[in-house]
């Protein structure tokens, strides 16, 4: 099956404003597109349109936050932690306040909106800043889950969903989300791979066709990049004394920064890294772009072949 993370977030926050009288949800002018018109539809009386003002959006959930609130604040990713940073850094990071941030549209497979729209920094932003969480779905059940989720972590938060369905690889009716916990879902001897968001499945596919030439890979999803499970990074990079890293973003800043900080200071380990290369995206078909970037098992496989040359 496959589905969008987006549309997971929304049923999420819809079953949330029934469950918790305290949670609201914001959106600026995006609503059909983020789909938190779901929580609109469910609690029209908790939802706040702010209109095309971004700022102004992060500033009123940092306010109702004050007050008790547990604020759900969405929009495409790069006007979240581009255009409202300053809101974001002043009034809910530097305050520490209890505000989920929700980026849809993030990374290159939103397509046609092209590279203006196509957040691909967003992770490095977000993760740069203290008090920050960053958390980044697999698939619509660990979205679901993961939004649940939030609302029992206490402090900003960061939730990256994506606008293009992917395959479901996890199953709804025994799936667990543990904040700050990699999930490893293949083990291996031979190399480590480390995904997150739309990419896992595809880490899954090279991990897949890796074993079919004697390959013995690990695969983690790594759904939380901060704080990142650094025990989880450092006990496979031991054990396989190899590891990829694939994201949906540029890999300056990101999670495969994130990896390589780790290892750097705590078990010295070759490293390759698949993502943006410090370019900005470009419109077209969102899946095609995945393929013009290399965000592809062929190009994992690719890249483990370099790592033992």
Partial sequence: MNSATREAYAQAIAELSAENPNIV????????ATKSGAFKKACPERFFD?????????G??????????I????????????RAFEQVRQSVAYSDLNVKLVGSHAGPSCGEDGGTHQ??????????????SVVVPADDVEAYAATKNAV??????????????????????TYEFHFGKGEVLREGTDVTIIACGMMVPRAI????????EGVSAEVINMHTIKPLDEGLVVASAKKTGKVITIEEAS?????GTAVCEVLSEKCPTPVRRIGLPDIFGMSGAGGELLDIYGLTADHIIECYHELCA
């Fill in 205 to 212: 596919d090279a991990g897949e066709r890796l074993a079919a």
């Fill in 152 to 173: 029992e972590q206490l402090g900003p938060m960061y939730i990256r969903v994506a606008r293009l369905a992917s395959p479901t690889i996890h199953d709804a009716e």
């Fill in 251 to 255: 890999y300056v800043g990101g999670l």
């Fill in 71 to 82: 604020p759900f604040a969405s929009s495409f990713s790069v006007f979240v932690t581009g």
């Fill in 119 to 132: 957040a691909v920094e967003d992770i490095a932003i977000m993760r740069s800043l203290p008090n920050m």
């Fill in 25 to 32: 949800a914001l959106d600026a002018d995006l609503a059909a």
């Fill in 60 to 69: 009123t959930a940092a306010g109702l936050a004050t007050c008790g609130k």
């Fill in 50 to 58: 702010m209109g095309i003002a971004e700022a102004d959006m992060v």
